[in-house]
């Protein structure tokens, strides 16, 4: 073994970078050539199917099932063109990934062969067999029925030779089963939410949008060594496994050189998400080594999202044809940093005006700030939600791991916006918030300066921050659906904003002026969030957890107790009032959430055992063998003086033998609690006794991670960080 181990290494390190075939053409003219986008429509629809599709993703208006038919038979007549021969509904169920089910275009012709067919009821709607979904009790087992309804405001894609049509994946009885309803919902209650307010200051304004812009972090591995270590096959991450002597403390792999089997597989990834019409802008490398990051321009929310879905299979795919597997977990090694998924989020007008930015004048900054304040109260009012809404059994390692995040949700807003808003607290109410430097002289009392549009402040332990024209929620797990996190942030919003809505209607009915209503109303909000929610120091020092539990910030670390604030009163009141969730789903989705929280740990703990117990503690007694065999020679060539010259090698059989009744007796109580645990029915309960279990496998690490540390290393049997970390 140990001599295997030290031969995958050296292939592993002399592989060379595999050549892609970059197209012809430049990005612009392939960009979107696998989606059925606008100029398809026009191009393979005829002008009255054109308008009525069109019409139904602008304005969802429902489509009949003629006009459904001719969508289909135009993308059938695209698709053909492409060498397609399958279609599928895309969707995202409770599960990590996408789930895709292909039928092939063929039907008999009833003449004796065979014809190509796909009509608007395939298009539109099917039945998948559902049951073997995660569901949380929804549906019983012979009710299996769940269906699949086309999202036609997400444009159909051609993925290898088949078909993709995104998808909302739903119940016989209405429950949502995926990702993808309830963001589409946040996002409808987030926009009609916000239209109102946007009014009040420009009544030109028609439609809201809610955009999201993902960056995406992963790790690459070499996939030989991956697959000599069952922890990285199995759980995605690392189980044990020493730190390197080296790692990411000479800050010498953020932003470095890409090394050339990475740019490769880079320059692969890009160019079939480019075909995918996915506008990708910024590659590099990220803090730790072996890690990257990977972001596109952004986008409305629920079309970015599904981007993002597709970008994460092509990177898996593509990551083999270069000897790579993509890692998206959470916390694939211990002592350096892990991969999140910052969000930035961010609402936008039809007429162009984005509405967390500073605008043109003083009316558009008292816009900006009406809603820059109401998203610091949602955040607030639902910090312990928000928190729940990016935790998982992966996630957790991230997450208050002395990096970002902490596990407490703050915002951060920098220097500038944190002087305006005290500002504003001093100022009568009709004082106009102007932005300095636009018009010369300073004008008014409150002011932003103008160089603040270029320059965000950058606070890395904040896990919501301000950054010059969005919030950009780094909580986000690396390998997390964003429509978790980005559904709870877009109904907090949107709550918030119906209510802000209501009091400032109270107020102009009492005879106020608009501006001054609103700034009467926003004063109260400013004085609290500064004192609550908002905070710019240091996010990672206990000083900060003593006053934010001070402050009545949610500090719980805990994951299964931190999906409980999802069924909370005010949650369950704020979902349903918006119509995201009902009190069923919240309650489903909860069950599934600790279901999956449990395997997850079961399944780590199963590795760490049987790792233990054949791979780690054979090789160490094997080297303690030698040991004593070394010894015993000493004894019988010196009787006089062996125990002083073998005193060392006495020493570590001494200790060997300690660490392996360690493991042994740690990994034999361990699978104790599992059985305890298996036992247990309700799901809460269980995944409290995995969430302790999971705490005494980072115990027996400990042990493992010493006896790394003293055996032979010729018998090591796992590639060890070093090699898994450093070889491109
Ligand atoms: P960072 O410096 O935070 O790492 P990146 O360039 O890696 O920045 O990513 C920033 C992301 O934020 C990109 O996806 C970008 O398109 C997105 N973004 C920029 N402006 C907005 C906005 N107004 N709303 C939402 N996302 C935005
Ligand atoms: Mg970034």
Redesign the pocket.
């Known amino acids: 073994m140990s001599r295997l181990r030290f031969d995958v290494v050296q292939d592993a390190f002399k592989k060379k970078a595999v050549a892609v075939d970059i197209p012809a053409e430049k990005v612009s003219e392939y960009f979107g050539e696998l989606v059925f986008n606008r100029d398809k429509m026009q191009k393979y629809l005829d002008e009255k199917t054109f308008g009525r599709l069109v019409n139904c993703i602008d304005n969802g208006e429902a489509l009949d099932r003629k006009t459904a038919d001719l969508v289909a038979a135009g993308m059938k007549t695209w698709a053909l063109e492409h060498g397609v021969t399958h279609v599928t509904h895309w969707f995202q169920p409770l599960t990590e990934g996408t789930a895709e089910k292909h039928d092939s275009f063929m039907e008999y012709d009833g003449k004796g062969g065979m014809i190509e067919s796909f009509d608007g009821k395939s298009l539109v709607q099917q039945e998948p067999d559902a049951s073997s979904f995660p569901n949380g009790g929804i549906r019983a087992t012979f009710e299996a029925r769940g269906y699949t309804a086309w999202d036609p405001t997400s444009p159909v894609f051609i993925q290898d030779d088949t078909l993709c049509i995104p998808t909302v994946f739903i119940s016989y009885t209405g429950e949502a089963l995926d990702y993808k309803t309830p963001l589409k919902k946040s996002i409808k209650a987030v926009t009609e939410a916000a239209l109102p307010i946007c009014k009040l200051f420009n009544p030109k304004v028609k439609k809201v949008f809610s955009?999201?812009?993902?960056?995406q972090e992963y790790f690459l591995v070499d996939e030989d060594l991956f697959a000599a270590r069952p922890d990285l096959m199995l759980a995605g991450r690392t189980l044990m496994g020493h730190a390197a002597s080296k790692n990411q403390q000479l800050d010498d792999h953020y932003f470095g050189a890409i090394p050339s089997r990475v740019a490769a597989f880079m320059r692969d990834i890009e160019i079939a998400g480019y075909k995918l019409g996915i506008p990708l802008?910024?590659r590099?490398n990220e803090a730790a080594p072996n890690q990257f990051?990977l972001?596109?321009?952004?986008?409305e929310a629920n079309l970015a999202n599904d981007q993002n879905q597709m970008m994460m299979n092509v990177m898996n795919t593509i990551a083999r044809k270069h000897g790579f597997v993509v890692l998206f977990h959470e916390k694939p090694f211990e002592g350096i940093n892990g991969s999140g998924k910052?969000n930035?989020?961010?609402l936008?007008t039809d007429t162009g005006t984005?509405l967390?930015?500073p605008g043109k004048d003083a009316n558009g900054n008292l816009q900006f700030i009406t809603f820059f304040v109401n998203v610091l109260a949602a955040v607030q009012k639902h910090n312990a939600l928000l928190k729940a809404s990016v935790g998982s059994a992966t996630n957790e390692h991230r997450l208050g791991g002395g990096e970002a995040p902490p596990a407490i949700v703050s915002a951060f807003l920098g220097k500038t916006m944190t002087d305006v808003l005290r500002k504003l607290l001093t100022v009568p109410s009709d004082t106009p918030i102007e932005i300095v430097g636009k018009k010369g002289a300073s004008v008014g009392l409150v002011e932003i300066p103008e160089i603040f549009l270029d320059n965000t402040d950058?606070n890395r332990t904040s896990p919501f921050a301000f950054?010059?024209?969005?919030f950009?929620f780094r909580a986000v797990g690396a390998s997390a659906n964003c429509a978790g996190a980005m559904t709870t942030l877009n109904s907090a919003v949107a709550e918030q904003l119906l209510d802000f809505k209501q009091a400032v209607d109270r107020e102009m009915a009492s005879g106020k002026a608009m501006n001054i209503a609103v700034m009467d109303c926003l004063k109260p909000i400013i004085r609290d969030v500064l004192d609550v929610v908002c905070f710019d120091g240091n996010g990672y020092c206990e000083k900060w957890k003593i006053e934010a539990e001070r402050r009545g910030l949610d500090t719980e670390t805990n994951v299964p107790k931190l999906f409980k604030a999802f069924t909370e009163k005010k949650s369950v009141d704020m979902f349903t009032r918006l119509g995201v969730f009902s009190e069923v789903e919240l309650q489903a989705r909860n069950e599934v959430k600790w279901g999956t929280y449990s395997k997850k740990v079961q399944i780590e703990a199963r590795v760490v055992g049987r790792m233990s117990i054949n791979h780690i503690i054979p090789v160490a007694l094997e080297y303690q063998t030698k040991l004593l065999k070394n010894i015993d020679l000493m004894r019988a060539s010196f009787p006089e003086e062996y125990k002083d010259m073998a005193a060392t090698q006495i020493g570590i059989v001494r200790e060997i033998s300690a660490l392996v009744t360690d493991v042994r007796t740690k990994v034999d109580a361990m699978i104790g609690e599992r059985i305890k645990a298996n036992a247990i029915a309700d799901e809460y309960n269980k995944a409290l006794a995995y969430y302790e279990i999971g705490r005494s496998l980072l115990e027996i690490r400990k042990s493992l991670d010493q006896l790394e540390e003293i055996v032979d290393d010729d018998r090591w049997p796992l590639p060890k960080y070093r090699e898994i970390l450093f070889i491109n």
């Open positions: 955009y999201l812009g993902w960056e802008k910024t590099h990051e972001a596109p321009i952004y986008g910052h930035n989020w961010s936008g984005p967390l930015a950058r950054t010059g024209n969005r950009e």
